[in-house]
């Protein structure tokens, strides 16, 4: 199934679109991801590089590569510093943040990856109270 999706940084700047399918969604608990996004996890589809299409801001993208680490990058916004997609080192897929997407993705994610270093905190979470919008 191909379902074409928008996404984008939070300042608008950097806008694209990802034509599906995606080859995978990972939630990536490893102490890099969780230091880069400021979070619990990563939140990480995978697609191809010809499913992405950039439509304005590639000249505001801002790459980084961690020292010493064989694959781990992220890129951002240089203008508002959010995350947005990049190319793997690894095997060429391009890694797209799933909190980028303006759309809905029709995959849920499939792998929770790097769990022995998960937070504790982030852990066993249905006790905690939920509030549908703000503190509540």
């Known amino acids: 199934m191909s379902t074409e999706l928008r ?3 939070l300042c608008g700047e950097v806008r694209f679109v990802v034509d599906g399918p ?5 939630l990536c608990y490893c102490s890099r991801c969780r230091k880069a996004t400021g979070s619990a996890h990563a ?3 995978f697609v191809r590089p010809e499913r992405i299409r950039w439509l304005s801001g590639q000249d505001r993208i801002q790459r980084f590569e961690l020292a010493g680490a064989r694959f781990f990058s992220r890129c951002f916004c240089t203008t508002c510093g959010s995350a947005v ?3 793997s080192k690894r095997n060429g ?3 797209i943040p799933a909190g980028a997407l303006d759309d809905e ?3 849920r994610p499939e792998r ?5 270093d998960q937070a504790a905190w982030s852990k066993d979470l249905d006790a905690v109270p939920r509030s549908e919008q ?3």
């Open 93 to 95: 897929n391009v890694i």
């Open 134 to 136: 703000g503190r509540g």
């Open 85 to 87: 997609p990049w190319t």
């Open 43 to 45: 939140s990480n589809l």
């Open 112 to 116: 929770q990856i790097y769990c022995a």
């Open 105 to 107: 993705p029709d995959i």
């Open 22 to 26: 995606f080859e995978a969604f990972y």
């Open 7 to 9: 996404g984008g940084c």
